[in-house]
């Protein structure tokens, strides 16, 4: 039995990693900024600096989920140094108090995403490309050399580079479903843009994999092997969905109604690949986007 201690546990990302390590067998216990109410909790103040390194000694593995949603309204400074903030003061926290603890976890994983390889056109991206350019690219680079402390201290460090996760509670998926189910869903500008995506089952299987995986301590890609464009994208999910896709949205709209999150998210694209997960050894339940889109929307 591994004990396992996970920030961000109530968000879509951690709420599905709890159940799938619980069903394992695994205890699994939760960082919360309020007044625990059970014994598998543990209160954490990432802004204020406030964790009693006590009670997170002697974990097998701690998993960081924490940071606030990127969201699809326009960023402001203010918005954006709310994002910048809960990643990298809760993974500071978390790795400095590691980095003291007399009986460190094996492992920590910290969450971080395919936005560290910027707009990548066509080109498909493995775990050793350099950074790209841009606030999401800039964020990335810093959440991740959050983890440093831990590494220093010998404890075996992965960070997550996560693509889109689709799941049927929620998440990006549900954002996207009104549109196409109303049946005027398309393309966004030309739809040559690239989605990394993951089902959320194989999510979690891949970091339960990476958790019990002696030999990855670096990044690593957490995507399907098969990203798609956003016009190909637009194509299945309509399919899926039995509706019409046929109004696309220019890119000057999305410009002008969401300005850089329209530039860095919408009409940008990463084509990531899995490399060092696949050479690990893990096997993909949904490596297809529509088998993936099926299983989220069982109903449509």
């Given at each position: 039995?591994?004990?396992?201690?996970?920030?961000?546990?109530?968000?879509?990302?951690?709420?599905?990693?709890?159940?799938?390590?619980?069903?394992?067998?695994?205890?699994?216990?939760?960082?919360?900024?309020?007044?625990?109410?059970?014994?598998n909790e543990i209160f954490w103040n990432?802004?204020?600096?406030?964790?009693?390194?006590?009670?997170?000694?002697?974990?097998?593995?701690?998993?960081?989920?924490?940071?606030?949603?990127?969201?699809?309204?326009?960023?402001?400074?203010?918005?954006?140094?709310?994002?910048?903030?809960?990643?990298?003061?809760?993974?500071?926290?978390?790795?400095?108090?590691?980095?003291?603890?007399?009986?460190?976890?094996?492992?920590?994983?910290?969450?971080?995403?395919?936005?560290?390889?910027?707009?990548?056109?066509?080109?498909?991206?493995?775990?050793?490309?350099?950074?790209?350019?841009?606030?999401?690219?800039?964020?990335?680079?810093?959440?991740?050399?959050?983890?440093?402390?831990?590494?220093?201290?010998?404890?075996?460090?992965?960070?997550?580079?996560?693509?889109?996760?689709?799941?049927?509670?929620?998440?990006?998926?549900?954002?996207?479903?009104?549109?196409?189910?109303?049946?005027?869903?398309?393309?966004?500008?030309?739809?040559?843009?690239?989605?990394?995506?993951?089902?959320?089952?194989?999510?979690?299987?891949?970091?339960?994999?990476?958790?019990?995986?002696?030999?990855?301590?670096?990044?690593?890609?957490?995507?399907?092997?098969?990203?798609?464009?956003?016009?190909?994208?637009?194509?299945?999910?309509?399919?899926?969905?039995?509706?019409?896709?046929?109004?696309?949205?220019?890119?000057?709209?999305?410009?002008?109604?969401?300005?850089?999150?329209?530039?860095?998210?919408?009409?940008?694209?990463?084509?990531?690949?899995?490399?060092?997960?696949?050479?690990?050894?893990?096997?993909?339940?949904?490596?297809?986007?529509?088998?993936?889109?099926?299983?989220?929307?069982?109903?449509?």
């Open positions: 039995m591994y004990k396992v201690l996970i920030s961000g546990a109530s968000g879509l990302l951690g709420s599905a990693c709890s159940e799938y390590f619980s069903n394992k067998g695994h205890a699994v216990f939760k960082l919360v900024r309020r007044e625990p109410n059970s014994d990432p802004m204020k600096g406030e964790l009693d390194l006590m009670k997170i000694e002697g974990f097998g593995s701690i998993i960081n989920f924490s940071g606030k949603n990127i969201g699809l309204g326009r960023w402001t400074e203010k918005s954006k140094k709310v994002i910048y903030d809960s990643r990298i003061q809760s993974t500071t926290l978390l790795s400095e108090s590691i980095s003291k603890l007399n009986n460190p976890p094996e492992s920590f994983l910290s969450s971080s995403a395919v936005g560290y390889y910027g707009e990548t056109g066509r080109a498909l991206v493995n775990e050793g490309v350099e950074p790209g350019k841009g606030f999401l690219s800039d964020l990335c680079v810093k959440w991740e050399k959050a983890t440093m402390p831990a590494v220093k201290a010998g404890v075996k460090v992965i960070q997550l580079r996560s693509g889109v996760v689709f799941s049927a509670k929620g998440g990006a998926l549900a954002k996207m479903l009104t549109p196409f189910r109303i049946g005027i869903g398309g393309r966004l500008g030309d739809g040559s843009q690239y989605l990394s995506w993951i089902m959320i089952e194989d999510y979690v299987r891949a970091v339960y994999h990476l958790m019990t995986f002696e030999n990855i301590q670096s990044p690593v890609n957490i995507v399907s092997p098969e990203a798609v464009t956003n016009r190909e994208f637009t194509k299945i999910l309509a399919k899926v969905l039995n509706r019409p896709a046929i109004i696309p949205v220019p890119a000057f709209v999305l410009k002008t109604l969401l300005g850089q999150v329209a530039e860095e998210i919408l009409l940008s694209g990463t084509r990531a690949f899995p490399q060092l997960l696949m050479g690990s050894g893990f096997e993909f339940k949904y490596p297809e986007l529509e088998d993936a889109l099926k299983r989220c929307l069982p109903d449509s």
